[in-house]
Every structure is written in structure tokens, then in C-alpha cells.
């Protein structure tokens, strides 16, 4: 499968990627700047803080089978709102890729039974 990885230079994503490219899978990293780590991975330019709109998406999502959001903030900035990158953005993603009928996986979940 072809897809999208958003949040991919964070702890999360970052393993997400590594994952997913050696069950054999074709990533798309998906951020703000590429990543030295991932530069032989093909790559999208996206920006959470401003992306939120449908049509902002629509045509990243050309040729994508699924896509993976590990993106997030632990605080607001200037340029970086919660409204924008944990909702308003991840909105229009989902949007963009029910209109595409591209899959979407929304967040991520630690397990219940997990111990700390």
C-alpha cells in the first residue's frame, strides 16, 4: 500500500514509518520540512497550522491507499494552534480522504491492559 504519514518525525510516527517500510509498504512522509532520516522516502509538504481546509488535502491524497496521523502539539504557539492541528486540520484530512475513499486511521490508542 501507498501511504501517507503525517507526524512522522515525532517518537510515534517516526516508528510508525520504520514499521511500515519494512512490512514492505510506500511511505509518504508528510510535513512541514523534509527529514534527513527519511530522505529516501518521498515526501509532501503539509503544515497542520495551515492546511485546513479540504481542498488543502485533495491533491496530496492522488495515488494514496491510506493514511496515518501521528501528528500533535503538547502546546500552542504563535503559528500553532490545538484547534488547528488537533482538530481543524485533521477534519479536513478526513474529509479529503472520504471523498477520495482513501482509508484513514484518525489517532492512536494505547492499549488499556498497558502497565506504568
Known amino acids: 500500500m501507498r ?11 517516526s516508528h510508525i514509518v520504520t514499521a511500515l517500510t519494512a512490512a514492505g509498504h510506500e511511505v509518504v512522509c508528510a510535513a512541514r520540512r523534509p527529514d534527513r532520516r527519511f530522505e529516501h522516502l518521498p515526501f509532501v ?7 485546513t481546509h479540504v ?3 485533495l491533491s496530496r491524497l492522488a495515488g494514496i491507499d491510506a493514511v496515518v496521523n501521528a ?3 503538547l502546546r500552542e504557539t504563535r503559528g500553532q494552534t490545538f484547534a488547528a ?9 478526513f474529509v479529503a480522504c472520504a471523498r477520495r475513499g482513501t482509508q484513514g ?12
Not at 509538504?45 to 492546511?51: F, G, I, N, T, W
Not at 486511521?105 to 506504568?116: D, I, K, Y
Open 3 to 13: 501511504i501517507l504519514v503525517i507526524g512522522l518525525y515525532g517518537f510515534i510516527g
Open 45 to 51: 509538504a503539509c503544515d497542520l497550522a495551515r492546511d
Open 85 to 93: 492541528v488537533h482538530r481543524n486540520s485533521p477534519r479536513a484530512l
Open 105 to 116: 486511521r484518525a489517532g492512536l490508542r494505547a492499549r488499556r491492559s498497558a502497565r506504568w
Open 71 to 73: 501528528a500533535g502539539i
Open 55 to 57: 481542498e488543502d488535502w
